[in-house]
Every structure is written in structure tokens, then in C-alpha cells.
């Protein structure tokens, strides 16, 4: 099976911050998905972070972030695949509908409002355009694009 999906979100805290991590695993290839609580008493950062995207961060907001397990063991974010580390077509789309399921999964569990994704580099931003254009995404969520600075931001709205 190409996608395999852990049980269960870890719920987690780092210096102050509360934040949920969920590990999956495509091809064989262990990935973590890793949600940051947007702290509403942070106002200095809230209102920089709104003023960025141009809304309103309701409460129930996160900040989401997905990489390569190793990646984040060795604290090496984002970095490319090896050549046999590589997902071909099926295991990119494999990818795209793991992402989705698993922001379904966060929405369902924490009754989430709002993600904030950002593109770290140009390969991903074609990733998630192209997620994004496949318009396959639930009902439950809309999706804006290029918002933020260098237009490589994604803001992600639940619908109840």
C-alpha cells in the first residue's frame, strides 16, 4: 500500500507552544505532518502574521508544515529527496492525498478554523499548485493562494 497513516495525532509542547504531529508514510518513506497552534497572546506576531496574509487569523488557527522524517531527525528541513529517495508520479499523488486526508483528519479531531502553509522553496510551491488545481479538495475547506510575502503562502479556511 502506498500510504500508510499512523493511528493518531501526538499532541505535543515546546517551549510554551502546543502543537500536534502526525506521522504517515508514503512508499515506504516516512514523512511527519506538524501542526503549530497560532498563539492568540502573541499580538505582536499575530497582527505581523495578519498584515502578511492580509485576514483575520481566527482563533483554532495553525500554522502547518509537512517534511521527510529524516529531514526533521537531523534538523535538515526541506531538504530534496536522494535519487533513491525520490516519489515517482503515483507517490507524489499518493503524497498530495495523504496531506489532504490528514488536514481532514486535524479539521475533524481539533475542530481547527484556519491553516497557514508556506512553500519553502520552488519545487514544493509547484507541489501545492498543483494540489491546489486538482481541485479535489474536501467541501469542508477552501483554499486561498499567494498570499503572504513573495506570494509562497497558502491559507486554508474550514467550513462547519
Given at each position: 500500500?502506498?500510504?500508510?497513516l ?88 499518493a ?66
Amino acid at each position: 500500500m502506498p500510504v500508510q497513516l499512523s493511528d493518531q495525532f501526538n499532541e505535543l509542547q515546546e517551549n510554551g507552544f502546543h502543537y500536534q504531529s502526525f506521522k504517515f508514510m508514503i512508499n515506504g518513506f516516512p514523512f511527519i505532518m506538524v501542526f503549530f497552534e497560532i498563539m492568540r497572546s502573541h499580538q505582536e506576531y499575530l497582527a505581523e502574521r495578519e498584515n502578511e496574509i492580509g485576514v483575520i487569523i481566527p482563533q483554532g488557527s495553525y500554522d502547518v508544515k509537512f517534511d521527510r522524517q529524516h529531514n526533521v531527525d537531523k534538523k535538515e528541513y526541506y531538504q530534496p529527496a536522494t535519487p533513491d529517495e525520490q516519489l515517482n508520479i503515483r507517490g507524489m499523488a499518493a503524497l498530495g492525498l495523504a496531506l489532504e486526508m490528514i488536514l481532514e483528519m486535524h479539521i475533524e479531531r481539533y475542530h481547527s478554523r484556519f491553516f497557514l502553509a508556506v512553500a519553502d522553496n520552488p519545487r514544493l510551491k509547484r507541489f501545492y499548485d498543483r494540489l491546489v488545481s486538482k481541485k479535489r479538495h474536501s467541501q469542508r475547506y477552501t483554499i486561498m493562494t499567494n498570499i503572504g510575502y513573495g506570494g509562497n503562502g497558502y491559507a486554508i479556511t474550514a467550513h462547519y
